[in-house]
């Protein structure tokens, strides 16, 4: 499995991948974009099997990138990794083509509890 992991805190995407290695994610390749522009180009370059995005971004925010990946017919599972999670925020990534939106701050169990549905 190739997840992309989108976020423009290397440190979050450093706390993503940790949590994804402790769920059961470690034999994943992993891929990383500072923000929503940078990972419209790996999606098309590296074709990832699962995209874990922030929300809030500079360039291309999660949402925004989201709604292009879409519009281009790009089904690939795409899921918010973010702090804001308000239910009108779940509402707009679910309609938008979200699978799941995980809150942080998180746990591994959390990653393994969703990603364990869509994987």
Do not use: C, Y
Request: proline share 4%; hydrophobic share 45%; charged share 25%.
């Amino acid at each position: 499995m190739k997840i992309l992991v989108v976020d423009d805190s290397k440190a979050m995407r450093m706390i993503v991948l940790r949590a994804l290695r402790q769920s059961g994610f470690g034999d994943a390749e992993t891929i990383e974009a500072e923000d929503g522009a940078q990972a419209l180009e790996k999606v098309r370059d590296e074709q990832p099997d699962l995209i874990l995005s922030d929300w809030n971004m500079p360039n291309l925010t999660g949402i925004e990138f989201l709604k292009e990946l879409r519009a281009s017919g790009n089904e690939t599972t795409f899921g918010f990794v973010t702090s804001e999670s308000t239910p009108a925020m779940r509402e707009q990534a679910i309609a938008a083509g979200a699978a799941f939106l995980i809150a942080k701050p998180f746990t591994p169990d959390a990653f393994e509890a969703v990603l364990s549905t869509v994987s």
